[in-house]
């Protein structure tokens, strides 16, 4: 009996000396981590050890932004040529929007849709507006705006088209990359983006881009998600013009021997531009918009003298 009574003031003494050595060893470890400024290296290897390895990323270890130039570790300054996949279109830390996060922050952080607040719907009117639509639907990633997308192509064949319940197919051109959940990789032709998570997403079918008797076969009439613009084939896209505003692909193929994206992009990086490889041989560049003319001609240069470099 007296040893069940003494056993929790036993464990409790074990669990506070447990606690005050983690806390030490937390000690320990952040002073030993914090103990100067970081470099490269040990921001590479941090992640390294305590990061799933799902990503590679191009070896910079940023610390700061302004505009369209951001700063690593060791203060060394770039141009951003990525924009966070374009989700810096706007530049890094613009002055309005840091006031708006700031002002929201403090006054309410979320509320989720499980209750109205006063600016979703103020937002809302805003944007339908703007573009000429009925309602809206937020997303906080592209990849989930491509899953509502599939959701809402398939409940319009049933509840509109009269398809027969559960039979709608969603056809996808090959080579297309919209995210990595499970839909977006049932529609992947690229091994490394679903090689491994299979059984993949039933109801999905891929057909050659730009392939237009392919796609009679189904009897059906791409729209494309970006509007009003309907797309018959590849060949009479107008995405292309339109991404030149927002983005464009450079194919190192027949500038460099071997077709290695990643070295180019590594020399881009010492000449003091990012940019990500994508497929092995072409370069995304994406420079937020705010970028100016000056900005651009240095940047051409920078390309230019990168690529002959090779």
């Given amino acids: 009996?007296?040893?069940?009574?003494?056993?929790?003031?036993?464990?409790?003494?074990?669990?506070?000396?447990?606690?005050?050595?983690?806390?030490?060893?937390?000690?320990?470890?952040?002073?030993?981590?914090?103990?100067?400024?970081?470099?490269?290296?040990?921001?590479?290897?941090?992640?390294?050890?305590?990061?799933?390895?799902n990503y590679h990323p191009l070896p910079v270890a940023l610390e700061k932004g302004k505009g369209v130039y951001v700063w690593d570790v060791e203060g060394r300054k770039?141009?951003?040529?990525?924009?966070?996949?374009?989700?810096?279109?706007?530049?890094?830390?613009?002055?309005?929007?840091?006031?708006?996060?700031?002002?929201?922050?403090?006054?309410?952080?979320?509320?989720?849709r499980a209750f109205y607040n006063d600016v979703l719907g103020e937002y809302?009117?805003?944007?339908?507006?703007?573009?000429?639509?009925?309602?809206?639907?937020?997303?906080?990633?592209?990849?989930?705006?491509?899953e509502t997308a599939c959701k809402l192509a398939r409940k319009w064949a049933y509840v509109v088209k009269g398809i027969p319940k559960y039979k709608a197919k969603i056809i996808f051109a090959a080579g297309n990359f919209w995210g990595r959940t499970m839909s977006a990789i049932s529609s992947s032709t690229d091994p490394s983006s679903y090689d491994g998570f299979g059984p993949f997403m039933p109801g999905f079918e891929v057909i050659p881009y730009n392939d237009l008797p392919a796609l009679e076969v189904f009897g059906i009439i791409l729209l494309c998600l970006l509007g009003k613009y309907s797309l018959q084939s590849g060949s009479s896209y107008h995405v292309l013009k339109m991404r030149h505003f927002l983005w464009h692909g450079v194919n190192v193929f027949p500038f460099i021997?071997?077709?290695?994206a990643w070295k180019v992009c590594l020399r881009l990086r010492d000449n003091g531009l990012l940019a990500k490889p994508t497929h092995g041989d072409i370069i995304r560049l994406a420079p937020p918009l705010v970028i100016k003319e000056d900005e651009i001609?240095?940047?051409?240069?920078?390309?230019?003298?990168?690529?002959?470099s090779f």
């Fill in 1 to 53: 009996m007296f040893s069940k009574l003494t056993r929790p003031q036993s464990l409790a003494v074990l669990c506070r000396g447990v606690h005050a050595s983690l806390s030490s060893a937390t000690s320990v470890a952040t002073k030993k981590t914090v103990q100067g400024p970081l470099s490269s290296d040990y921001i590479f290897e941090r992640e390294a050890k305590y990061g799933a390895h």
């Fill in 124 to 146: 809302e009117e805003f944007v339908t507006k703007m573009f000429n639509y009925n309602k809206v639907l937020p997303m906080n990633t592209g990849v989930e705006a491509g």
């Fill in 297 to 308: 001609r240095e940047c051409i240069e920078i390309i230019h003298k990168t690529i002959l």
């Fill in 78 to 112: 770039y141009f951003d040529f990525l924009s966070a996949y374009s989700a810096v279109n706007q530049g890094h830390c613009h002055p309005k929007i840091v006031s708006a996060l700031k002002a929201q922050s403090e006054k309410l952080t979320l509320t989720s």
């Fill in 257 to 260: 021997a071997d077709y290695d």
